[in-house]
């Protein structure tokens, strides 16, 4: 099956006025954004909640899937699981079925043979990318979750908080540890760790940018 162009040329569009520039890989998320979309038989861009895509890695990747499906972090239809790679699982959130999609092994080679004319491997992979047959282009397979699509999601307005820093912690994310509700950081390991230097002072912020009314 052939690539709709104009479709394509829809969804440049669109990720251009975030991104700046189309570059490869904006092009593979757009075309790994429409695949996806169409193997769980959902029409895109999505305007609701049923679609939840699973990135493996963020930058450019993402404006292509964001402007070719409607998912996006802040509706809480796409989210990232670093892995370092262009790839993605695309779920349905009602039922749960999932695919994943990534491009086909040798895949930067192949798209060299759909631009002959282009003399930059760049440009022969930003052309290529977007005329090269689906079945050469990606792999789609199924996959199952390995938590249930529920907790993935949660639910909204549940919040505890943290029995050691007494933050604040939603969407179910805490940790149970020894009859105790803890998040994440302190449960650990965690992304950071406290500095030995001083606490950054707030109220000096806050005095300096308007009145707090705590100051003298
Ligand atoms: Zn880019
Ligand atoms: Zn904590």
């Known amino acids: 099956m052939e690539m709709d162009q104009s479709l394509l040329k829809g969804i440049f569009e669109k990720a251009a006025s975030s991104h700046n520039k189309i570059c490869p890989r904006v092009v593979l998320g757009g075309r790994i954004g429409l695949a996806g979309a169409e193997v769980m038989g959902m029409e895109v861009p999505r305007h609701d909640k049923r679609l939840l895509i699973i990135l ?16 996006s ?9 670093d892995y370092g790679k262009v790839a993605g699982t695309f779920v349905n959130v009602k039922t749960g079925v999932a695919v994943r999609v990534a491009p086909r092994r040798g895949v930067r080679e192949r798209a ?4 002959p004319e282009e003399k930059k491997r760049y440009f022969a992979m930003l052309k290529g990318y977007q005329v090269m047959p689906l079945d050469e282009l990606l792999t789609i397979e199924d996959v199952v979750l390995s ?42 390991p965690a992304y950071y760790q406290t500095s030995p230097n001083e606490p950054i002072a707030t109220e000096l912020i806050i005095n300096h940018g308007m009145s707090s009314g705590l100051g003298d």
């Open 56 to 71: 493996e890695t963020d930058g450019c990747f993402v404006s292509g899937i964001e402007a070719s499906t409607g998912c």
């Open 112 to 115: 060299l043979n759909y631009a």
């Open 147 to 188: 938590k249930p699509i529920n907790s993935i999601i949660s639910r909204a307005g549940v919040r505890v908080n943290c029995e050691n820093c007494s933050e604040e912690i939603i969407n179910e994310r805490e940790i149970l540890q020894d009859g105790k509700v803890y998040c994440q950081a302190c449960a650990g």
């Open 73 to 81: 972090v802040n509706h809480r239809t796409l989210r990232v699981e």
